[in-house]
């Protein structure tokens, strides 16, 4: 490990560099669990000495976490701060200079359960390395992660590692070049596909581009070749470089042509496209795999004389009695060759240098995507026409007599904005600038390092008074919560004033979502070490402390109430599985209740809740985050010991068209028996509650009323035309339905229809979803109305609506949400206008009429399905798809792998059948295969739950006992009885006399 002095004099010199924006490289590493992400964080780190070459790729530090440590993967993101020496080489020749550049660098997680940490870890940087296997390739995950970076507008480097695996599994170089020319192919589709499917959504048109222009190993130098374990790598560059003096020929030459398929002519010593003879290869197998695999080759074989000269060539550093050692098996082989590489090709030299040249420096990086991250400052213009302000200051305006007060409140805000924009654009960090930094998470810490240093001062005391006692009487106290942030404009100091504001805050309204509070501490993180800061400034990432209780898992910080705040981040997976949690020791129930806040706000994945029985309950994503959230409530946040119930999945409910079972209207009456309500359950279109259910972030934004009118009109218009083109897309039927749109149920923005078919109030009484998202606070005047009974339906809207929403959070099958169903509010009928009717009667009875109606359709469940890719050779494919099949998996595709003889299985899995899979897959496998999954989609269960057998050809082909066959109906009697409602099921399926006891004679 590095002494202490050398570490502060590194902490020195990446505090003073921070001012130095364009020296400033904010990245993270993404990839695919197990594709090496940690172990090239390893090698960047011990660049910097803080851990030793030889540690690199064994001891994880980025992994801080015990259970990270314990099963090998990553699980939060972490970051911290190294010093690069770049060589920048004169174009003329001259001598070259030497520049010293600040890497923030990020360790994001690979598995698909933490997801949600790698939005994090991209928003707050300007790039990212993206690390693919050589053998695997291109990975489910990868996919995801390559997605989230683009979704985030940040600039990418390739990293293809374990190019020795791949070297041991193909003896010939060119079948090595040909599966890395695979890789970075599938990588720049993928990124070609992600851009044209974007402008297709944005409803632009698509331009030409080249599918090769993102990862180019010559042009863009952004793609380098690694052994992140063994610490070599190279690029394209290296060897130009290295080639150019042997030749005589010129470096750019060189690094244009040694990638693709160009080759050379060594009697004419000239660079052809085309080969000069049949199965030539290209010069990056002729001049780099070939040079390579020499090396190894030699290695291998012990022939030392031959060894002697390539270290002597090369100009290595490496002691002669290692050179002349004869190696005796293949594994001190290896590590010979791992040395001879690491010191002909180190990798952080390689990948550092590719970071600076080819990512951008937060002053370039927030030219480019600051306006995306904050889309209230996109439209806002320079200047703006006095009459425009008038007008929407009079529109936003409670009443006239506040016209003047809303107009000044406008302008000034208008103005803060505008110089914000400026000031943003720039990366300003000048003591006057503005304010304004992002949390994408809370991090939970062991200590504060101010606290701890005071604690050990008072503990030395106590230990110098009371004797050795005093160490018995220290108590274990609970994590702290410290703000993962990055700066975009301004500086952060401590003690300085903040404002902390939601993701929901509007300026309009600044009492709601935003508290003040003063900046008590400010970190520079260094792994699981942190260095107390005074400032930070823009263009740089920090720790921020004193936000503890005020920020649930992301925040906008702002020295004014003016400030706009960032966009929501884009999450891959949602949490989908839940767990009930109790204290074993009732007494312990308010420490339980603190631990679930706690977590709660360090936790970007996890949802908590507590259902209206009492229960505590938590979502997570995945079995994986399931195990971490238990491990920090009874460690870190609660202390205390807890009673877990198994994993519990959630489903939806929904209905089908069914010709033998048309859809009925129902009819419900108000506790008073004075409103007769009559409704009809239909099944939607699978386009539109798809789309719904895609957009349910932006549509919670555009149907709040806590966002003034502009904010609704840029963010709800666009989400609130696409429904509608969803509409025309699925019918004449439906398009004509959009008028009559009344809301989307449950919570206001889900995948369930309300609409409005009531005689005589569909008019221009009625307010469509449109109007009340364009105007949420506006109501209906019913002074000119001169019909009693629309008078009514106005005054009891509210309860109208709020019945649905009761209905659809909770369905008849099973208590579980509604999925793609439609209620259609046939006709309400008044049979006494002088009797009261309330908006609880209106309610009650909305709710039952739609359980009713739905209960009269063809009724389903909806169940949540993961995407898997298994990687097997031939021999298991027999075992690896029985247990699919076992697990009631769909598999959509069956493929050899190009050049590995292994097969790609892809298939879609119930994550309700998936608890133990990978466990019972590799052992069915003998551990050779292990499954890679991601969320996909919510999928229909084609099985009537309450089918019974009526003909006599039913009959005879099932039987009369299909239940115990129908797993609609178990998934139904299990959630049921776990959630404590009445099942319909026998308690004794057979039972006969048994005369047990003895006859006295």
Known sequence: LVSNQTMNSAIHKIISN????????????????????????????SSNRIISTHLAGKVRYMDSREDEQDKGITMKSSAISLLHPYIQRDPQNGPPSLDEYSINLIDSPGHVDFSMEVSSAARLTDGAIVVVDAVEGVSTQTR?????????????????NKIDKLMHLKSDPMECFMQIERIISQTNVLMSNYYTKDMVDQGKEIEDIDSENFFQPSKKGNVVFSCAYDGWGFRVHDFARIFSKVFGMKEEILTQTLWGRFYYNAKKKAIKTKPNKENQPPMFVTFILKNIYDVYNVVIENEIEKLKKMVIALKLEISPKLVARKTEDEKSSYEKFALIMREWLPLERSVLDTVVECLPSPLDAQRNRILQLIPELHELQEKENEEKDTTQTTAVAPSTSEDEHAKKFLVEMRNYRRELKRQLLKCDHSDDTHTLAFISKMLAVDYLPSVFEAKERFKKNQTEENGDDAEDESVQEKDHLIGFARVFSGKLRVGQEIHVLGPRYNPHKPDQYRDVTTITSLYLMMGKDLIPVQEVPAGNLCGVGGLEKLV????????????????????????????????????????????????????????????HTGEHVIMTAGEVHAERCIRDLKEKFAQIPLVVSPPLVSFRETIVEDENNPTKDRVAYTANRQCKITVRAISVPQNISTFISNNEVALEKAVAEDFDLDIAERQGL??????????????????????????????FFGPNLFLNHIPNYENAHFRSISERMIHPSARVNTQNIQDESVKKLIHLDGGFVGGFQLATKEGP???????GVCFAIKNVEFLDMDTEITSGQVISAVAQACKRAFN????????????????????????ACTVLKQRRANILEQDIEEGTGQFI???????????????????????????????????????????????MDELEEFGDVEDKDNIALQYINNIRKRKGLMVEELLVDEGEKNRNLSKKK
């Not at 993404?30 to 594709?35: K, N, P, S, V, Y």
């Not at 949690?581 to 507590?610: C, H, Y």
């Open 552 to 611: 649930l898992k992301t925040a906008t910080l702002s020295s004014s109430a003016f400030a706009p705040i960032f966009s929501a981040m884009y999450f891959q997976a949602h949490p989908i599985i839940k767990i009930a949690i109790e204290p074993q020791n009732v007494l312990d129930t308010p420490k339980l209740a603190e631990g679930l806040q706690l977590l709660n706000r360090a936790d970007p994945s996890v949802l908590v809740f507590t259902q």
């Open 813 to 819: 099958l099973c208590a579980e949400p509604m999925f």
């Open 856 to 879: 009269s359709s063809a009724r389903r469940l909806v169940e949540a399905k993961y995407y898997c890719e298994l990687v097997v050779s031939q021999e298991y494919i027999g075992p």
């Open 905 to 951: 299985i892809k298939c879609h899995l119930p994550i309700v059948e998936s608890f133990g899979f990978s466990d019972e897959l590799r052992n069915a496998t003998s551990g050779e295969c292990t499954p890679n999954i991601v969320f996909s989609h919510w999928e229909i269960l084609d099985v009537d739950p309450y089918k019974k057998m009526i003909t």
């Open 18 to 45: 921070q001012e130095e924006t364009k020296n400033v490289r904010n990245i993270c590493i993404l990839a695919h669990i197990d594709h090496g992400k940690t172990t090239l964080a390893d090698q960047l780190i």
């Open 144 to 160: 995801s992660v390559l997605y989230q970076a683009y979704k985030e507008n940040i600039e990418l480097t390739l990293v293809v």
């Open 718 to 747: 666009p989400v609130l035309h696409k429904l509608k083109e969803e509409f025309e897309k699925a019918g004449p039927k439906w398009a004509k339905e959009w008028d009559n749109l009344w809301s989307l149920g449950p919570r």
